[in-house]
């Protein structure tokens, strides 16, 4: 509720300021956040319901309002939407895509996380697309240690690991999906593989 009662000063003191116009608002959670899914409790998870987090733009006059965007996003696309917003270029390529281009998309996002001391999650890193997501958990030393495999058409809920399910015929190339792993967090600005 102070979220919403902060907007509804904010705004109507923007229109009193005639900024409203040229103002961009944004709203986007850190994280999600898990409820029992998995049996976890918390954020920092791999799991669709810990990473996948609302994100809306207010700008009147230049985004619809209630027009939905079905384009895969992540935190990394707000600093080259915002720099466009203001009409500037930025010094160097930035790492995600402008939203306000609808022409600029992705198929595939790189997720992480870096394990903090004396916290219970692991390292991990993820290759989700809207079909699947692939999960590597990692030791101390760099070496992967256990992985997950979920078809987001048929698992929604990620309920059932592929890897685990005891159907080798179902396995994904582990290798070809580690690579792609690896040329995402290698990469930087155009290199990026979208």
């Known amino acids: 509720v102070a979220a919403d009662d902060k907007i509804d000063r904010i705004m109507p003191r923007l229109e009193a300021l005639d900024?409203?116009?040229?103002t961009m608002a944004v709203f986007i959670s850190d994280n999600g956040f898990q409820w029992g899914e998995h049996s976890l409790?918390?954020?920092s998870t791999p799991y669709l319901s810990s990473v996948r987090v609302p994100?809306?733009?207010?700008?009147?006059g230049r985004v619809d309002p209630g027009a939905r965007d079905e384009r895969m996003v992540?935190?990394?696309?707000?600093a080259p939407t915002l720099l466009s917003a203001a009409a500037l270029e930025p010094?160097?390529?930035?790492?995600?895509?402008?939203?306000?281009?609808?022409?600029a998309s992705r198929s595939r996002l790189l997720l992480e996380?870096?394990?903090l001391p004396a916290y219970p999650v692991p390292t991990w890193r993820a290759l989700i697309t809207r079909h699947i997501e692939y999960i590597e958990y990692i030791d101390e030393a760099g070496n992967v240690i256990f992985r997950e495999y979920y078809s987001?058409?048929?698992?929604?809920?990620?309920?059932?690991?592929?890897l685990r399910?005891?159907?080798p015929n179902n396995d994904p190339d582990v290798a070809r999906l580690s690579g792609i792993l690896g040329r995402l967090e290698a990469c930087a600005g155009e290199t990026c593989p979208r």
């Open 55 to 60: 994100l809306y733009l207010r700008w009147p």
């Open 74 to 78: 992540a935190g990394i696309d707000l």
């Open 41 to 43: 409790f918390g954020k």
């Open 152 to 162: 987001l058409r048929s698992d929604p809920h990620q309920l059932v690991n592929m």
């Open 91 to 103: 010094s160097v390529t930035p790492d995600g895509l402008n939203l306000l281009d609808p022409e």
């Open 113 to 115: 996380f870096r394990r």
């Open 19 to 22: 900024e409203l116009d040229d």
């Open 165 to 167: 399910d005891g159907l």
